[in-house]
């Protein structure tokens, strides 16, 4: 059983360090936290000196690197998801369905800044501009005009 574990912390980890630059720390991090986790799915031992991965000290979280250069994160037709490398136009569902996680998890996970990295892309935040501008939203006085419209 624990050689069963042990394959599957391997292809595991192997699988992730493929996408993502390691420290050679975060690397042994890595095997630790999926060791555990599966031996601990399965009833088994945990390694010694290692703690489960939600059972880490809050203060502790470590950021991650991003795979790809920060620059190439937000493009005009898609933004590119740093959990699991897909293109797409907006991020914030696909955070929440996916990988669990409220954008503000995702920003302090890779040491981002909302302001710098938004979670949608350049086009689609244009076409929701003029949308908005379209119907009169961010105009002063728009409550007012609706109300006479009504």
């Known amino acids: ?4 574990v042990l394959k599957l912390t391997a292809q595991i980890v192997i699988s992730h360090a493929s996408m993502s630059e390691l420290t050679p720390n975060e690397l042994v991090e890595e095997i630790k936290d999926v060791y555990n986790l599966l031996a601990s799915l399965e009833g088994g031992e945990v390694m010694a000196g290692a703690a489960l991965p939600g059972e880490k000290a809050r203060g502790a979280e470590v950021v991650k690197k991003p795979s790809v250069p920060l620059n190439e994160i937000v493009k005009e037709k898609y933004v590119l998801c740093l ?24 920003y302090r996970r890779y040491g981002l800044e909302p302001k710098k990295f938004p979670l949608v892309c350049k086009e689609y935040s244009e076409q929701r501009r003029k949308l908005a501008k379209e119907k009169g939203l961010g105009e002063r006085g728009f409550r007012r005009k609706a109300k006479e419209k009504a």
């Not at 059983?1 to 069963?4: D, L, N, Q, T």
């Not at 959990?83 to 995702?106: D, F, I, N, V």
């Open 1 to 4: 059983m624990a050689s069963e």
């Open 83 to 106: 959990e699991c490398g897909k293109k797409m136009r907006t991020l914030k569902a696909h955070l929440r369905k996916a990988h669990h996680l409220a954008p503000a998890e995702y």
